[in-house]
């Protein structure tokens, strides 16, 4: 409890317990969501089972306390606290490291309401021991990390936040300060790129080393290992990694199968060997607007319609990996072009896409902020990840 009040009511800040707890986590931030101009409604059930200790394998490798803040009887904010064990395993140089604790999932109805969660979340990861808490990360780096600071005239794509402009000078009045930014930028796939970028996607064509080949659905178990064992050496040393675990390998996995097309998604081997990968997503947003976020009754007719031919649909790239012995090459690069290239080609021709989105890419992370240029992309997104001290 705290001596804070909203609207003349005290504020008391709840943790959360149980499966009712959890729904009610989940349902508050869905109002909160309603409010926001270009949101999409989600399923609730599949948000509900990402703060499931028994669903999602994040837990496994980390401690999640909830909060709900209540005020005259009514809920008013939330916010999680978490820590990664992994992450607290990774150097310090990455962002992460010793000490390092999170907080997520921030929704509040004033400035007073975030202030007290925040505090909450801050007081919950000190009694663990951390001496510094990052957010928002929701609840792993691999899921919606960031706070959303430009972009709110537009929906976001899959697995990307969408939240009011105002949650920023909150979070910065309560003493926060910017650790990284994050880009998604906007791209126009339905035209050619440059003739410069031609010329190197059609060299790369005829060496006969070089193989640009679509992910096997029906081998799909041993293609995800084929990425993730790529992604996980290829981003080894950014800021904010921490590595997938067999669980959460298998999680994804699964989860992303309904919406994996073969001819949208690549991998790049050198003489034989997978050495990159591109991923592409139809961004389902597009058919949950439609349907509000709602299976039953008639919404999942629409959504099988949709996960067999999404027609027209942004197409985002949420990942792409390069093995790190040819980081900073030109076959890197080149590697890239040519999955980018490949994929517009399907995206617009047989799936009428006009649109596609790149991200989220690290403001420092040089070479892709390279190749996002190059290809002539903007950038329409700004996610913003907070850092505060703690004691």
Same mark, same amino acid.
Do not use: C, E
């Given at each position: 409890m705290t001596d804070v009040t909203t609207r003349g009511a005290q504020i008391v800040i709840e943790p959360v317990t149980g499966k009712r707890g959890r729904e009610a986590f989940v349902d508050l931030g869905r109002a909160f969501s309603d409010r926001l101009p270009h949101f999409v409604p989600q399923i609730r059930a599949e948000q509900i089972e990402?703060? /499931?200790?028994?669903?999602?394998p994040f837990f496994g490798h980390a401690r999640v306390q909830l909060f709900i803040a209540?005020?005259? $009887?009514?809920?008013?904010?939330r916010i999680s606290a978490h820590i990664d064990e992994l992450a607290l395993a990774m150097s310090e140089a990455q962002g992460f490291g010793p000490g390092t604790g999170f907080f997520g999932y921030f929704d509040a109805e004033d400035e007073n309401v975030a202030r007290a969660l925040l505090t909450a979340a801050e007081g919950w990861l000190a009694g663990e021991g951390m001496t510094r808490v990052l957010g928002p990360i929701s609840l792993s780096i691999w899921e919606e990390p960031g706070l959303l600071v430009k972009g709110q005239d537009h929906a976001p794509t899959i &697995?990307? $936040?969408h939240h009011p402009a105002h949650y920023a000078g909150w979070i910065e009045a309560a003493g926060?300060?910017?650790?990284?930014? @994050?880009?998604?930028?906007?791209?126009?796939?339905?035209?050619?790129?440059?003739p410069l @970028?031609?010329?190197i996607i059609q060299s790369g064509h005829k060496n006969a080393r070089i193989t640009i080949r679509p992910v096997r659905k029906a081998e799909w178990d041993a293609e995800v290992a084929i990425i993730l064992g790529i992604l996980n050496d290829a981003w080894s040393d950014n800021w904010g990694f921490v590595p997938f675990t067999p669980a959460e390998v298998a999680y994804a996995g699964k989860k992303l199968r309904a919406i994996i097309k073969e001819d949208l998604n690549m991998i790049a081997e050198v003489d034989g060997r997978p050495v990159a990968f &591109? @991923?592409?997503?139809? /961004?389902v947003n597009d058919a949950l607007t439609k349907i509000r976020g709602k299976l039953f009754p008639f919404g999942?007719?629409?959504? @099988?319609?949709w996960l067999r031919l999404p027609k027209g649909a942004t197409m985002r790239v949420p990942l792409m990996g390069v093995l790190k012995e040819l980081h900073s090459s030109r076959l890197a690069s080149q590697l890239a072009f040519m999955m980018i290239e490949e994929i517009r080609q399907h995206a617009n021709g047989k799936y009428g896409s006009d649109r596609g989105e790149l991200g989220w890419v690290l403001d420092d992370n040089q070479g892709m902020?390279?190749?996002?240029?190059?290809?002539?992309?903007k950038v329409n997104r700004e996610y913003v990840i907070y850092e505060r001290a703690l004691g």
């Open positions: 990402l703060v /499931d200790p028994a669903k999602n209540q005020a005259g $009887g009514r809920p008013v904010g &697995m990307m $936040g926060y300060a910017r650790a990284k930014t @994050l880009y998604t930028y906007d791209l126009d796939i339905s035209k050619p790129f440059s @970028l031609q010329r &591109m @991923l592409t997503f139809p /961004d999942w007719i629409h959504m @099988l319609r902020n390279a190749i996002a240029d190059a290809i002539g992309s």
